[in-house]
């Protein structure tokens, strides 16, 4: 019987161990010390392999940059000519900026990128695109036409140490828009839109038309519908139901073009700093405001999570990607015939993608635009594309199933150690405090500037109520407060929290200060204002007021 020598036992030993540790290392995911840092090795060493290998750069998007992941959040605002875009960045910011101009006319015929920096100046495009460390590297592509209406504008401002604003020129409409740019006008947005964080609509209360050149580029949104927000301004310049009309109007156009079974989020209001036309919906638009600022203000904190999102959606792509070119090789004929069999695979491209959905299991929306793939296919040589090389596809995929978690937990871990990262300045800053600030001197804080304690206007009628509820010893109890309380039709747990802001001396009794007190936060909840997580000290009865020593 063959006993093998102690040479050959501890080669063997050797050589499963290490086929042991290579096995955990796929196993293992890798460690990383910050989100960025994850992201950029993740992307370098697991997913541009496969995306160098079959041509994934020439078809979609260029290959990402470290600056990609190391850059500020990104707002990209998008519209028709004289919607107000470079309004709203005045207004956001709170300062002219360089290359600003504004007026009905369509003005701004360039992208600019609104960044901070320590002096005020303009940086020309091509300048722009030989920069590490700004992430417009990769827009060389669209040649000298787009780089000469392409600039940065820097300049010292508290809002943009958070965020960056990138301005368009307006979407044309009518012949206008049948004037070649000289470059692809919808290709560009759609690479910002791939990086930014956040993609403005704007829409002008009187220029509701949808033109095709508009129409043409939110197709090319389609894909990044989680970041758009539409924003119906100069919504001050009409009537209340005209407004109503209008935003219906929208509504119908947006739904017409944007295929999502959720309803897009609509802003209305007016966005600069001059009076209202027609104030009536004031309070709708400071409203709409605060929820749209509050959105803006939560991208650095998002910015991420974000990145991730996007680096997820683009190794989903790839994955496809490689698919169909493989596929389309494996067709090809080695020697004859490659026009005819070309022009055939090209043109049952639907086909194929149908094939691979099956054999894969993918979702039909992870693939590209049919006709767009079809047309980029004419100038590319299939016989040079690459086979299927699964262990390219197979590290994509342990990125996914592992590493991504892995970031996950870091992403959460990097939110909680940086909570207040918020966009501040400019008017982000204007209504923060004092007597301007959304529902001021409203609602639980009506009074608060009153020396006479607010309840006590309306305590004589509340007192008869009491009186009639047989209070011992000057307090009702909870049963008999009870009966009075749910007559308002509040559900139990607004009842509930309202009890307990009212109970100040928690006695599980009323006396007839609190009584009227629970009343009054009763009137504030019907009349749509929400109730305070604490009492405030404006709302306290004058008897249970802290003397101060």
């Given at each position: 019987?063959?006993?093998?020598?102690?040479?050959?036992?501890?080669?063997?030993?050797?050589?499963?161990?290490?086929?042991?540790?290579?096995?955990?290392?796929?196993?293992?995911?890798?460690?990383?010390?910050?989100?960025?840092?994850?992201?950029?090795?993740?992307?370098?060493?697991?997913?541009l392999?496969?995306?160098?290998?079959?041509?994934?750069?020439?078809?979609?998007?260029?290959?990402?940059?470290?600056?990609?992941?190391?850059?500020?959040p990104?707002?990209?605002?998008?519209g028709?000519?004289?919607?107000?875009?470079?309004?709203?960045?005045?207004?956001?910011?709170?300062?002219?900026?360089?290359?600003?101009?504004?007026?009905?006319?369509?003005?701004t015929?360039?992208?600019?990128?609104?960044?901070?920096?320590?002096?005020?100046?303009?940086?020309?495009?091509?300048?722009?695109?030989?920069?590490?460390k700004?992430?417009?590297?990769?827009?060389?592509?669209f040649?000298?036409?787009?780089?000469?209406?392409?600039?940065?504008?820097?300049?010292?401002?508290?809002?943009?140490e958070?965020?960056?604003?990138?301005?368009?020129?307006?979407?044309?409409?009518?012949?206008?828009?049948?004037?070649?740019?000289g470059?692809?006008?919808?290709?560009?947005?759609?690479?910002?839109?791939?990086?930014?964080?956040?993609?403005?609509?704007?829409f002008d209360?009187?220029?509701?038309?949808?033109?095709?050149?508009?129409s043409?580029?939110?197709?090319?949104?389609?894909?990044?519908?989680?970041?758009?927000r539409?924003?119906?301004?100069?919504a001050d310049?009409?009537?209340?139901?005209?407004?109503?009309r209008?935003?219906?109007?929208?509504?119908?156009?947006?739904?017409?073009?944007?295929?999502?079974?959720?309803?897009?989020?609509?802003?209305i209001?007016?966005?600069w700093?001059h009076?209202?036309?027609?104030?009536?919906?004031?309070?709708l638009?400071?409203?709409?405001?605060?929820?749209l600022?509050?959105?803006?203000?939560?991208?650095?904190?998002?910015?991420?999570?974000?990145?991730?999102?996007?680096?997820?959606?683009?190794?989903?792509?790839?994955?496809?990607?490689?698919?169909?070119?493989?596929?389309?090789?494996?067709?090809?004929p080695?020697?004859?015939?490659?026009?005819?069999?070309?022009?055939?695979?090209?043109?049952?491209?639907?086909?194929?993608?149908?094939?691979?959905?099956?054999?894969?299991?993918?979702?039909?929306?992870?693939?590209?635009?049919l006709?767009?793939?079809?047309?980029?296919?004419?100038?590319?040589?299939?016989?040079?594309?690459?086979?299927?090389?699964?262990?390219?596809?197979?590290?994509?995929?342990?990125?996914?199933?592992?590493?991504?978690?892995?970031?996950?937990?870091?992403?959460?871990?990097?939110?909680t150690?940086?909570?207040?990262?918020?966009?501040?300045?400019?008017?982000?800053?204007?209504?923060?405090?004092g007597?301007?600030?959304?529902?001021?001197?409203?609602?639980?804080?009506?009074?608060?500037?009153?020396?006479?304690?607010?309840?006590?206007?309306?305590?004589?009628m509340?007192?008869?109520?009491?009186?009639?509820?047989?209070?011992?010893?000057?307090?009702?109890?909870?049963a008999?407060?009870?009966?009075?309380m749910v007559?308002?039709?509040?559900?139990?747990?607004?009842?509930?929290?309202?009890?307990?802001?009212?109970?100040?001396d928690n006695?599980?009794?009323?006396?007839?200060?609190?009584?009227?007190?629970?009343?009054?936060?009763?009137?504030?909840?019907?009349?749509?204002?929400?109730?305070?997580?604490?009492?405030?000290?404006?709302?306290?009865?004058?008897?249970?007021?802290?003397?101060?020593?």
């Amino acid at each position: 019987q063959y006993q093998p020598s102690p040479s050959a036992t501890l080669a063997l030993c050797i050589m499963f161990s290490w086929l042991g540790t290579d096995d955990r290392r796929k196993k293992d995911p890798e460690v990383f010390q910050t989100v960025s840092e994850g992201l950029k090795k993740l992307y370098k060493t697991k997913l541009l392999p496969l995306e160098e290998h079959y041509k994934f750069h020439e078809f979609h998007s260029p290959a990402l940059e470290e600056a990609d992941f190391d850059n500020k959040p990104m707002v990209l605002l998008v519209g028709q000519y004289s919607t107000g875009k470079t309004s709203f960045i005045r207004y956001l910011l709170e300062q002219d900026f360089p290359g600003m101009r504004i007026g009905p006319e369509p003005t701004t015929d360039s992208f600019i990128a609104v960044m901070h920096g320590t002096m005020e100046g303009l940086i020309p495009g091509n300048a722009l695109v030989v920069d590490p460390k700004k992430p417009f590297r990769k827009l060389n592509a669209f040649g000298n036409a787009f780089l000469n209406r392409f600039v940065c504008a820097q300049l010292p401002n508290p809002v943009l140490e958070s965020i960056s604003v990138i301005d368009t020129p307006g979407i044309l409409s009518g012949e206008k828009q049948r004037i070649s740019r000289g470059y692809d006008f919808a290709a560009v947005l759609e690479w910002f839109a791939e990086r930014v964080d956040r993609i403005i609509l704007l829409f002008d209360a009187h220029k509701l038309d949808i033109s095709d050149e508009f129409s043409e580029v939110i197709k090319a949104l389609k894909n990044h519908e989680d970041k758009i927000r539409v924003v119906l301004n100069k919504a001050d310049q009409i009537e209340t139901q005209q407004l109503m009309r209008v935003y219906g109007a929208l509504m119908w156009s947006l739904g017409k073009i944007v295929n999502t079974p959720e309803v897009i989020r609509v802003y209305i209001g007016s966005f600069w700093s001059h009076p209202l036309l027609i104030p009536d919906n004031r309070k709708l638009f400071e409203a709409e405001e605060k929820d749209l600022f509050k959105d803006i203000q939560s991208l650095p904190r998002n910015a991420a999570l974000r990145k991730l999102n996007d680096l997820i959606k683009r190794a989903r792509l790839a994955k496809v990607h490689a698919y169909i070119i493989s596929s389309l090789k494996k067709d090809m004929p080695s020697v004859f015939g490659k026009d005819n069999k070309k022009k055939e695979l090209i043109n049952s491209l639907g086909e194929i993608y149908s094939r691979i959905e099956k054999e894969h299991q993918i979702s039909p929306g992870d693939f590209p635009n049919l006709k767009k793939m079809q047309e980029q296919l004419q100038a590319h040589d299939l016989n040079k594309f690459h086979p299927l090389k699964m262990k390219l596809l197979d590290t994509v995929d342990d990125m996914l199933a592992h590493d991504i978690a892995q970031l996950m937990v870091l992403v959460r871990q990097e939110e909680t150690q940086h909570p207040n990262q918020v966009v501040k300045g400019g008017a982000f800053e204007g209504t923060m405090n004092g007597p301007f600030g959304h529902g001021y001197g409203e609602g639980a804080g009506e009074g608060i500037d009153e020396v006479e304690w607010v309840v006590a206007r309306d305590k004589p009628m509340y007192d008869e109520i009491f009186y009639t509820l047989s209070p011992v010893n000057g307090k009702v109890t909870g049963a008999n407060a009870k009966k009075e309380m749910v007559k308002s039709k509040l559900p139990n747990t607004v009842l509930g929290k309202i009890w307990k802001l009212a109970d100040i001396d928690n006695d599980g009794m009323l006396d007839d200060e609190e009584f009227a007190l629970a009343n009054h936060l009763i009137k504030v909840k019907l009349e749509g204002h929400e109730l305070p997580s604490e009492l405030p000290a404006h709302l306290v009865p004058p008897s249970k007021r802290k003397v101060p020593e």
